[in-house]
């Protein structure tokens, strides 16, 4: 009996390279895990170096291969120095970006300060376009082979979200920038650009408060979790069609869909919703 011919024996992202921030833990780490089962190099940028090298390290634990940047996301320098160590890592070469790294810094409309404004919309939509212009002349190539950039997006930034100004202007930004990405360098360079919008992931920053928190690029320290998160899930699922909360995986796994080959004619686009993603 003949074995089944596989259609991608290697693995879908087979001898690529990315970049994905914010993926020390949660849904970063577990796309840069799914990328690396798929045989992508993956780099692990994130703000906490030592949390990225205990991804990177279990990664590799895994069979995959994967490189831990440690850096502010929204400093300049540190951008430099990422893509400089991602083109390095992957022989001169990245093939794809996914801007992951954020978390919301909630208030009412009449509360929020300008710090809080501008440090949402800095990590939200200047980083992810600095990064991805720092990263210009390895997407900008004819080479053949497959680019791809990813912005994270939230279902915030396409209904709004009371609360959320701040988070969801920064959320339907990445929209606009997106489709500009994927109107400038596909005709030429064949680059894809989409974003994902989730919904309902149950993560460390959308749990009920427990002691949990992230430290802003300032060094303060910023609580994450919200009153009523989605560990109680009862509360939530009623318009959710799949009636669950989903999970980093199934985060992961709608980006990974998204940069495979199976794809490969959707760019400038934005998938997810209420109804799962």
């Known amino acids: 009996m003949f074995a089944p011919k596989l259609n991608f024996p290697q693995g879908m992202l087979a001898g690529q390279t990315a970049i994905i921030t914010g993926a020390a833990q949660g849904i970063g780490a577990e796309t840069a895990l799914l990328f690396s089962r798929e045989g992508c ?124 100004a701040s988070y969801a202007l920064a959320k339907a930004g990445l929209v606009g920038l997106t489709k500009t990405v994927a109107q400038e360098w596909g005709p030429e360079y064949g680059v894809r650009a989409n974003t994902v919008a989730f919904g309902a992931i149950k993560t460390r920053l959308t749990q009920a408060p427990s002691g949990q928190y992230i430290v802003r690029p300032d060094g303060e320290k910023h609580a994450v979790g919200f009153h009523g998160g989605y560990d109680e899930e009862e509360k939530w699922v009623g318009d959710i069609p799949l009636r669950r909360i989903g999970t980093p995986t199934d985060a992961a796994r709608a980006v990974l869909g998204v940069v495979s080959p199976l794809f490969s004619y959707m760019t400038g686009q934005v998938s997810g919703g209420r109804g799962g993603m």
């Open 41 to 164: 190099k993956v780099v692990i940028a994130d703000i906490d170096g030592d949390k990225a090298a205990a991804t990177a390290k279990a990664i590799v634990a895994d069979g995959g291969v994967a490189l831990a940047v440690g850096g502010d996301i929204t400093n300049k320098e540190s951008i430099a120095s990422l893509v400089k160590q991602a083109a390095e890592f992957g022989d001169g070469k990245i093939h794809i970006i996914v801007n992951n790294a954020g978390y919301a810094w909630d208030d009412s409309i009449d509360k929020i300060h300008d710090k809080q404004w501008e440090t949402i919309i800095s990590l939200h939509n200047t980083a992810p376009f600095k990064l991805i212009r720092e990263a210009a002349p390895y997407f900008m190539v004819k080479d053949g082979e497959p680019r791809n950039i990813v912005n994270i997006s939230s279902t915030s930034g396409i209904y709004g979200n009371a609360g959320q």
